[in-house]
């Protein structure tokens, strides 16, 4: 019969019944394991100095540590390889920083194009609004000197065309000799009238004036009456 010990294993917290357990060597620990149920069969050839896993990982953090690789210019592999790393994620971040700055550089030059063609439109626009006005400038000039035409003409109508007609049939029958005097008037009023020079041809200016000419008005007064 197994007799029973104050002992308790340190991995399953049960009573530890018999001597086939194993205690941790540490002195400030000293904790006992159930040997082949919570161990195992991997055992040290000296018991003496078996250290328990919770020991061991404080020898890790705080024991001794003169025979770790102190770095210098001779890089271990394991060094070496984080630098590698960090460098490769030094890299991609760069890498990606000069895609986005292409990216907005090759925007940039797009937005320049547009605002090119933009301002080039603009202008075209202006272009032709101003030659719009000088369209209208020119319409509104044409209609002043229209509606100044038809004023004097409609003085010469009242005023002169009034004078040639008054008797027209008693005089309108004499001979050139007689006629050319008031004919001559006739054409000097319109010449003034519509500001045309000295020796512009007769037919031009009664056709441009349509006024009829002295004998033409004679025969029209005579047929009439």
Avoid at 120 to 138: H, P
Wanted: charged share 25%; net charge positive; with cysteine.
């Amino acid at each position: 019969m197994a007799t029973k010990s104050n002992r308790k294993c340190g991995a399953c917290l049960k009573d530890i019944m018999d001597n086939n357990f194993i205690t941790c060597s540490i002195e400030s620990c000293k904790t006992s394991f159930h040997r082949d149920i919570c161990i195992g069969p991997s055992l040290p050839e000296d018991p003496r100095n078996w250290v328990c896993q919770k020991c061991r990982c404080n020898l890790k953090k705080g024991g001794d540590n003169s025979n770790t690789p102190v770095k210098t210019s001779y890089t271990s592999g394991n060094v070496t390889l984080r630098t590698k790393n960090k460098v490769i994620v030094s890299n991609d971040k760069s890498s990606d920083a000069e895609v986005s700055l292409g990216t907005l550089i090759s925007e940039i030059r797009l937005l320049r194009q547009d605002v090119s063609k933009l301002t080039d439109k603009v202008t075209e626009m202006f272009t032709s609004l101003n030659e719009c006005q000088e369209r209208l400038a020119d319409v509104e000039i044409k209609t002043i000197r229209s509606d100044q035409r038809l004023k004097l003409l409609e003085v010469y109508h009242t005023v002169v065309q009034s004078l040639l007609m008054y008797c027209i049939t008693a005089w309108g029958g004499a001979s050139k000799t007689h006629m050319i005097s008031i004919e001559r008037a006739q054409r000097s009023v319109l010449k003034v009238m519509l500001g045309k020079p000295f020796r512009f041809p007769t037919y031009l200016l009664h056709q441009e004036a349509a006024v009829l000419t002295v004998r033409q008005l004679f025969r029209i007064i005579t047929l009439h009456n």
